[in-house]
Every structure is written in structure tokens, then in C-alpha cells.
């Protein structure tokens, strides 16, 4: 069914609200990076989300009766999707610019708008085709197979994107029986399941090989955070709270290849990050295939415009 104008409206505020939260946990997290194991970041930003969630959102969305749910095996593999699209996106921020893996990561919404068609059953006409290969093609200039500067970190994002893509064509599945606060409760509990099973088996560093900065944050020792460094966990949290609640209200709401685009609204934050925080800024090459899959991306918001206001 296509969705009412005011849940039209709802959609896209919570699906950019969400994108923006997004991307201040992400520049959190690649602040982190350089001292702190990926999986204890991970559990400390879940567990501050899980209390949001549990303190103040779903007492606000319903009460406790929301944590109820007669889909456990769907939120498990939405679970396992949401999971292996973070951990391999926080693993490429290890190594990368913000901006750039943020771009490349940026084909989700084009693959969300693929596998709407193979898996939901949405109509998506030439011209989003076209749309989404320009956007793919983007991704490749971004990642620069062939070339002297390509690196298998930047290959990351992409796994992660089609993860991403997973996860929403899940939300699709689950969002007219469950609630976004309840899809957003049981994501937190896979990560902090995740994160603990994750930190048992390798948190005492015993398998850092060193000298390597992406495998170091996978598997580098658990270390008590730093005062200083506690307000970049709180983002975090909060940044993986609000931004799972208003994603996944965002994808109930509406149709898949109508959300997806306007998740490009972290891309410029991204950017923004990027410069003021860590002095990062994209070369000519990178704002080629930014521009490419930017501009993949609004195209595809316009033409969903167009027949949504007739």
C-alpha cells in the first residue's frame, strides 16, 4: 500500500533526523578508534542506547508491552545484518577519511532500491536503474580498483552497504506488526550479545598482531576509557539510539526506495567531521565519485517526488 501524506512526511523527517544521528555516533567512534577495541566501543555505545531506549523511549512509544514480539527469528537475522554492516564500516573508519567511507558506503540506499525489487516486490522503472548504476559507478571511482592508491580497507564500505541493505529490506518485513521501538530494543541487544561473546574471546589482546591499524582496533586489549574520552561514548549512544528508533521508523512508514536517498543527508555531515575534527578532506578524485553517488541519490528522491505528490 502506499503510504498516507503524513506518514510520507513522518518517513523522510525520521529518515534524515536519523542519518544526522548517525553520522555524529560514526565521527565518535573514529575518534575512538586510535585507543579502544572495536568491540568495547561497541558495547559502551549499546548499552548507553539500551538505556535511552529503555529510560525514556518506549515508556513514550507504548510502555514495556512493545518488547513483546512474535517475529524473534526475523529480528535475529535483522540482527546479524546490522552487526556485520557496522563492524565492517567502524573497521574501514580505522584506516580511512570520514568522508570517503561514508561515500562509498553511500550505495546502500541504491541497493536498498535493488533489493526492493528482488525481495519486497516494489516497481522501479528505468530511469531509477539508471540511477543506480551511476551511483555504483560512483562507488567504484571512490574505491579506485586497478589504480596504485586502491586498498582492500576501501572494499569495506561496500560489504558494509549491502549489509545495510539487508537489514532494511528486513525492516520493510517486520514494520507493519512491530514497533520502531522494538525493532530498535532488540538490534542493541545483538550488538551487546555480540560485543560480549566478541570481548571474552579476544579482549585480552592476546591476537594483536600490531603495526596494523584495522585488525590492532578489531583486536587490539580492553582498556578502561579515559574521563576525556567519555563524552565521545555518550555520542555514540546516543547517536545509535535516535538513529536505529528514527531509521526504522523512517523504513515502516514508507517504501524503500523512498527512504533510502534521503539517508544521503549525513554524507556533507560526513565531510564536515571529517575537516573540523580529524583534518580530512577530500581529494579530486573522491568528490568525482561523491558527486556521482550524491547525485544518484537525489535524482532518485525527485523522481519519487513527482508521483507522490499526484
Excluded at 559507478?137 to 574505491?143: Q, R, S, W
Amino acid at each position: 500500500m502506499r503510504a498516507s501524506p503524513s506518514a510520507v512526511t513522518l518517513g523522510t523527517l525520521s529518515a534524515v533526523g536519523g542519518s544526522l544521528a548517525f553520522s555524529l555516533g560514526d565521527m565518535s567512534i573514529k575518534f575512538l578508534s586510535g585507543g579502544y577495541p572495536l568491540h568495547e566501543i561497541v558495547l559502551i555505545r549499546s548499552v548507553i542506547g539500551l538505556a535511552i531506549l529503555l529510560g525514556a523511549v518506549i515508556p513514550l512509544a507504548g510502555g514495556y508491552g512493545l518488547l513483546r514480539t512474535r517475529q524473534p527469528g526475523k529480528h535475529l537475522l535483522r540482527g546479524a545484518f546490522v552487526v556485520a554492516a557496522n563492524m565492517t564500516f567502524f573497521l574501514a573508519l580505522s584506516a580511512m577519511p570520514l568522508a570517503n567511507a561514508t561515500a562509498i558506503f553511500y550505495v546502500s540506499p541504491l541497493m536498498i532500491a535493488l533489493f526492493s525489487i528482488l525481495f519486497l516486490g516494489e516497481h522501479v522503472g528505468p530511469r531509477r536503474w539508471a540511477a543506480i548504476a551511476v551511483g555504483l559507478l560512483g562507488a567504484m571511482v571512490m574505491v579506485r580498483p586497478g589504480s596504485d592508491t586502491f586498498s582492500t580497507i576501501a572494499l569495506l564500505p561496500l560489504v558494509s552497504a549491502a549489509c545495510y541493505a539487508g537489514l532494511n529490506t528486513m525492516t520493510r518485513k517486520l514494520g507493519p506488526g512491530e514497533s520502531a521501538a522494538t525493532m530498535a530494543f532488540y538490534i542493541q541487544l545483538t550488538f551487546i550479545a555480540f560485543s560480549v561473546v566478541f570481548g571474552l574471546a579476544v579482549g585480552n589482546g592476546r591476537f594483536d598482531p600490531g603495526g596494523d591499524s584495522t585488525l590492532s582496533f578489531l583486536l587490539r586489549e580492553w582498556v578502561w576509557p579515559a574521563p576525556a574520552d567519555l563524552p565521545f561514548f555518550a555520542l555514540a549512544g546516543f547517536g545509535t539510539a535516535l538513529g536505529g528508533l528514527m531509521i526504522s521508523q523512517a523504513y515502516r512508514l514508507c517504501e524503500a526506495a523512498l527512504v533510502a536517498p534521503l539517508e544521503y543527508a549525513a554524507l556533507p555531515m560526513a565531510i564536515f567531521w571529517g575537516l573540523t575534527v580529524f583534518g580530512d578532506w577530500p581529494d579530486a578524485v573522491s568528490w568525482i565519485g561523491i558527486a556521482l553517488i550524491l547525485g544518484a541519490g537525489i535524482y532518485m528522491v525527485l523522481r519519487e517526488a513527482r508521483p507522490a505528490a499526484r
